[in-house]
C-alpha cells in the first residue's frame, strides 16, 4: 500500500485562548483579544489504514544509552561558562539581543577558533559576503574551514546544509528567514516559528550544533526570540547599554547544563572582548571622597560583582519631585523612599532624586536595597561613605535589614578588590566565615547601616 505524504494546511490560531480560524482576524472572535491571531501551518501525520495501530517505544530509563556528549569550547571563555561547558553537539541554542548589541560580532568571533577543527557554515540574511568578509578581516578572523551564505529562503539553506554538512551552523537572524510554504512575511510569529523547527529537524538528525540569533523588538511588529524558547535547548540573552561598551551575556534555557551563568564582555574596536575581572571594570574610575555613591555587592548568576551605585537629590525646581533611575526598578526606589522617610527619618518629599547604577548594568537583586538607601542618605546628608566600605542586604517595608543569600562569597569578592569594612544584614553575620583581612559588622536597620558606614570603625 503506498504512503500517502504528510498534508500541510495553513490554519490562523489565537495566542491567547488558542482557537483556530480558517481566516486571520485583527481581533480574536472569542477571547476579544487584539492581534493575538497568526498564521500556523498545521502538517497532519500519514493517515494509517485502516485497523493499523502506532506504538512508541517505551524504555526503561537505566536501558537507555545517554550516547556520547561531545562538547566543543568556542575559545571564548566566558560564552564556554554560559554555556555549561562549550557548545553541545547537536544542540540548537538561540542568542536573543536588541538589533545592534554585537549578537554577529560575537559569533563571527568564535568562528576564528571553531574554525581551526571544524567546518563551519554562517547563513545570513542581513548582511552580503563582502560586508561580512569586511568584519571578518576586522576581527581576524580568517580560515579554510568558514563557509558565508547569504540567503533568506529557508528551504535553499537546508538544501545547503544537507550538500555541505558543516560542522557548527550559524543562522543570522531568524528574522530574516522565509520558508515557502508560510505566506506571512519574514520575521512574523509564524514564519519565525516554522523556520525554527524547520532548522531544528534538519540540525537534529545530522546532529550539528546550531546557533541561531533572534532580534528582541519591543514594538511587537517583528516576532521575538519568545516563540521559540520552548524549542530551543539553550537560550541566551546579550543585554547591556548601548551606549556603554559593557555587555552581559545571560543564560534563561539551558537543556545541557545550569541556568546560573552570565559572560561579562566589552564591545571594542576589535570585536567584543572576555572580561575576567568584572567588578574592577565596574569600579574603575570610581570617584572617592564625594557624597551620593556606595559600592554594592550583587551576586549575578553564580559570580559576586561589585558596582557602585549613585544617588543625586536636590530640591525640586517646580510642582512634583522627580524620581529617576537608571539599572534599577523605579517601583523598588519609591519603596526605599517611603522606608526611608517613614521609617527612619529621612526626608526626601520636596527633593528630586536620581539613582544610577555606574557601568549600564541593571541590578534587580534585593541585596542592592541597602547600598540604594545608603547612596541616597548620603546624597542627603552631603557625607561621604568611606572608599573601603561596602554594603548589601535587602531592605524591609518597617526599616529593617532583611537577610540575603552566598554572603561569604560576596564578602571574598568584596576582600579580593581591597575593601575592609563590610556592611551585611544581622541575620548573616552567624553564617559568616570569619576573616582576618576584613571586618564585616552586622546592621538591622537602615539608619544603623548609614551610621555604621560613616563611621569607618573610627567612633
Ligand atoms: P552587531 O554584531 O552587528 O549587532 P547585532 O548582530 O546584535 O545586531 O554589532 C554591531 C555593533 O557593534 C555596531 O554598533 C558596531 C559595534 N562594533 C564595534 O564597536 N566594534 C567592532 O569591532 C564591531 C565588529 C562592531
Ligand atoms: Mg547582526
Redesign the pocket.
Given at each position: 500500500m503506498p504512503v500517502l505524504p504528510p498534508k500541510t494546511k495553513t490554519i490562523y490560531e489565537c495566542s491567547e485562548c488558542g482557537s483556530e480560524f480558517t481566516k486571520w482576524y485583527g481581533k480574536c472572535p472569542n477571547c476579544d483579544a487584539w492581534n493575538s491571531v497568526a498564521e500556523k501551518v498545521q502538517i497532519s501525520a500519514a493517515p494509517l489504514a485502516t485497523g493499523q495501530i502506532r506504538r512508541g517505544t517505551v524504555q526503561q530509563i537505566n536501558t537507555i544509552d545517554p550516547g556520547r556528549q561531545t562538547r566543543y569550547s568556542t575559545g571564548m571563555q566566558e560564552l564556554d561558562r554560559v554555556l555549561g561547558g562549550g557548545i553541545v553537539r547537536g544542540g540548537l541554542m538561540l542568542?536573543g539581543?536588541?538589533?545592534?548589541?554585537?549578537?554577529?560580532?560575537?559569533?563571527?568571533q568564535i568562528c576564528a577558533h571553531l574554525g581551526r577543527d571544524h567546518k563551519i557554515l554562517y547563513v545570513s540574511g542581513?548582511?552580503s559576503e563582502g560586508q561580512i568578509k569586511l568584519?571578518a578581516d576586522?576581527?581576524h578572523v580568517a580560515g579554510d574551514n568558514l563557509y558565508i551564505l547569504c540567503e533568506n529562503d529557508m528551504d535553499t539553506i537546508l538544501q545547503a546544509v544537507r550538500d555541505e554538512v558543516p560542522d557548527i551552523l550559524i543562522v543570522?537572524?531568524i528574522q530574516t528567514m522565509n520558508l515557502a510554504e508560510v505566506t506571512s512575511a519574514s520575521g512574523s510569529v509564524a514564519q519565525v516559528r516554522e523556520c525554527t523547527a524547520a532548522i531544528m529537524r534538519t540540525i537534529k538528525q545530522m546532529d550539528i550544533p546550531t546557533f541561531i540569533?533572534g532580534?528582541v523588538n519591543k514594538d511587537g511588529a517583528i516576532a521575538g526570540p519568545k516563540v521559540m524558547e520552548h524549542i530551543v535547548d539553550c537560550v541566551l540573552y546579550?543585554e547591556g547599554d548601548?551606549h556603554s561598551?559593557y555587555r552581559l551575556l545571560r543564560c534563561v534555557k539551558n537543556r545541557y547544563g545550569s541556568t546560573n551563568e552570565i559572560g561579562v564582555f566589552e564591545?571594542?574596536?576589535?570585536?567584543?572582548e572576555e572580561v575576567e575581572n568584572p567588578s574592577l571594570m565596574l569600579l574603575s574610575g570610581r570617584p572617592l571622597n564625594v557624597s551620593g555613591s556606595c559600592v554594592a555587592c550583587t551576586i549575578e548568576g553564580t559570580r559576586p560583582m561589585l558596582a557602585e551605585v549613585q544617588g543625586l537629590v536636590s530640591p525640586t525646581g517646580f510642582g512634583n519631585p522627580r524620581r529617576m533611575s537608571t539599572g534599577f526598578d523605579s517601583n523598588r526606589l519609591s519603596l526605599i523612599l517611603a522606608v526611608l522617610e517613614k521609617k527612619a527619618g529621612f526626608f526626601f518629599s520636596n527633593l528630586d532624586v536620581y539613582v544610577n547604577v555606574v557601568g549600564g548594568l541593571w541590578l534587580d537583586e534585593p541585596a542592592v536595597d541597602l547600598p540604594v538607601a545608603i547612596a541616597l542618605i548620603s546624597g542627603l546628608k552631603d557625607t561621604v561613605i568611606p572608599a573601603g566600605c561596602v554594603a548589601f542586604g535587602e531592605v524591609g517595608l518597617t526599616g529593617e535589614i532583611r537577610s540575603v543569600s552566598n554572603v561569604d562569597q560576596r564578602i571574598s569578592e568584596a576582600a579580593r578588590l581591597g575593601f575592609k569594612r563590610i556592611i551585611v544584614p544581622h541575620h548573616n553575620l552567624k553564617s559568616v566565615t570569619p576573616r582576618q583581612d576584613v571586618v564585616v559588622v552586622g546592621v538591622r536597620t537602615v539608619r544603623e547601616a548609614y551610621e555604621e558606614m560613616q563611621s569607618d570603625g573610627q567612633a
Open positions: 542568542i539581543g536588541d538589533p545592534g548589541i554585537g549578537k554577529s560580532t560575537l559569533l563571527l542581513e548582511e568584519r576586522r576581527l543570522d537572524s540569533v532580534h546579550f548601548r561598551s564591545m571594542g574596536d576589535g570585536g567584543l
